[in-house]
Nanobody
């Protein structure tokens, strides 16, 4: 069993920054790709970013590209999401997830473990 615990969410003004963390415990952290997804009220959960097991490959949704950065520290079993230039449209619950493969993917159903989520609220 794998447990994923997100932290770092909160309330921030537009233009501000937050860094989310996701710590994995249980079975080994790697070799698995990790992803961040988000779900706003009344909307479906959507892909935000993903990182390969080695960290050499990343992928971002167009809406966050050049503003968000995903990274991982396998020694700490942790994946991060640095979020800069935040906008009100970024308001959502953010989830980290682990994929049963080392390569990145944007597809929710390809991730088999999920955290409980952390709330990010961006005020205008």
């Amino acid at each position: 069993q794998v447990q994923l615990v997100e932290s770092g969410g909160g309330l921030v003004q537009a233009g501000g920054s937050l860094r989310l963390s996701c710590v994995a415990s249980g079975r080994t952290f790697g070799p698995y790709a990790m992803g961040w997804f988000r779900q706003a009220p009344g909307k479906e959960r959507e892909f935000v970013a993903a990182i390969s097991l080695s960290g050499s490959t990343t992928d971002y949704a167009n809406s966050v590209k050049d503003r968000f950065t995903i990274s991982r520290d396998n020694a700490k079993n942790t994946v991060y999401l640095q979020m800069n230039s935040l906008k009100p449209d970024d308001t959502a619950v953010y989830y980290c997830a682990r994929r049963a493969s080392g390569s990145v993917s944007r597809l929710l159903y390809e991730y088999n473990y999920w955290g409980q989520g952390t709330q990010v609220t961006v005020s205008s």
